[in-house]
């Protein structure tokens, strides 16, 4: 049983940063895949980003060059740095942990969530 809980969203404009963190307790993370998904209104979860748990990552196209995801597995917590913001990156980002340590890139091959932390660029 892993709880997930996400931080660092907020408000920014276009072309600027943010830097999202995802505490994780219950258990150590090191063995998990983590990975990072958005959902904007209207709209089907999608994938962003994800880390195995050797630390081979994989991003969607639409994020490439632009975000990095990172973990700290001494601090239990995954990162998501998002530079060079844009409109279309407005969303509600979750955090999720794969068991299976793989980070693959579907909804469907995660265990755990988190509640979600609201992002908002404006223009």
């Known amino acids: 049983q892993v709880q997930l809980v996400e931080s660092g969203g907020g408000l920014v404009q276009a072309g600027g940063s943010l830097r999202l963190s995802c505490a994780a307790s219950g258990r150590t993370i090191s063995s998990y895949g983590m990975g990072w998904f958005r959902q904007a209104p209207g709209k089907e979860r999608e994938f962003v980003a994800a880390i195995s748990k050797i630390s081979r990552t994989v991003y969607a196209d639409s994020v490439k060059g632009r975000f990095t995801i990172s973990r700290d597995n001494a601090k239990n917590t995954v990162y998501l740095q998002m530079n060079s913001l844009k409109p279309e990156d407005t969303a509600v980002y979750y955090c999720?942990?794969?068991?299976?340590?793989?980070?693959?890139?579907?909804?469907?091959?995660?265990?755990?969530w988190g509640q979600g932390t609201q992002v908002t660029v404006s223009s």
């Open positions: 999720a942990a794969d068991r299976t340590g793989l980070g693959r890139t579907v909804v469907s091959s995660y265990n755990y």
